[in-house]
């Protein structure tokens, strides 16, 4: 069965500054697609970034890069230039392409808490 | 992008009573929709997959008869908490896949339920 790890419960970062939320992930499937979300404390979720086990380079969006390390299975999130708005809960997800309709399992998540 | 909205916003219901929950995709066609929910500093929990036109699939645990669940059209599904008791207070979340995006799941806002 697949499964989500996220290990650090909080984070605290200063603004400006980079910071890595870690994610390693379990699969018997080939193909599969991990994802980052950002909840903030108003609940709605909102997607960041995604990166296909089949890409060869890792993704980026804006100050959002995924480190993709598939031979140890693990997908941190890269948050370049740290800004406030960051502060908020962060969430890393599986889907395995062929099982099931494409669910999403996700991890514990981080929170992660930007400091002036 | 795509956007999903759900309704209510947040409901305060007496136990025993019955609330249910619409989750509508606004520009887009829903071939599947996801229920989840998520308790305090907590992660989602899928609870089941809707399926337009057939019956939801649900995950291990989560009791199809208290949580009836359907998707009778591509743009609605409905989560009917039946016989609401205390414990089932928490924030629920809707999303939906377009099949044109498949990298995507779209969330919608979620939904607060308090059982008193």
């Known amino acids: 069965a697949q499964k989500i790890t996220q290990t650090q419960p909080g984070m605290f970062v200063q603004e400006k500054e980079a910071v890595t939320l870690d994610c390693t992930y379990d699969t018997s499937d080939q193909s599969y697609g991990l994802f980052w979300y950002k909840q903030p404390s108003s609940g709605e979720m909102i997607f960041l970034i995604y990166q296909g086990s089949y890409d060869e380079q890792n993704a980026t969006e804006g100050r959002y890069s995924l480190n993709f390390q598939k031979a140890r299975k693990s997908a941190n999130l890269v948050i370049s230039a740290s800004q406030l708005g960051d502060s908020a809960m962060y969430f890393c997800?599986?889907?395995?392409?062929?099982?099931?309709?494409?669910?999403?399992?996700f991890g514990q998540g981080t929170e992660l808490s930007v400091k002036p | 992008g795509a956007v999903v909205s759900q309704h209510p916003s947040w409901v305060i219901c007496k136990s025993g009573t019955s609330v249910k929950i619409e989750c509508r995709s606004l520009?887009?066609?829903?071939?599947?929709m996801f229920w989840y929910r998520q308790f305090p500093k907590q992660s989602l929990m899928l609870m089941a997959t809707?399926?337009?036109?057939?019956?939801?699939?649900?995950e291990q645990g989560v009791e199809k008869d208290k949580f009836l669940i359907n998707h009778a059209s591509l743009t609605l599904s409905t989560l009917t908490v039946t016989s609401a008791h205390p414990e089932d207070s928490s924030f629920y979340i809707c999303?939906?896949?377009?099949?044109?995006?498949?990298?995507?799941?779209?969330f919608g806002p979620g939904t607060r339920l308090t059982v008193t």
């Open positions: 809707s399926n337009e036109g057939s019956k939801a699939t649900y």
């Open positions: 520009d887009f066609q829903a071939t599947t």
């Open positions: 997800a599986m889907r395995e392409v062929y099982n099931q309709g494409g669910k999403l399992i």
């Open positions: 999303s939906a896949r377009e099949h044109t995006s498949p990298h995507e799941q779209y």
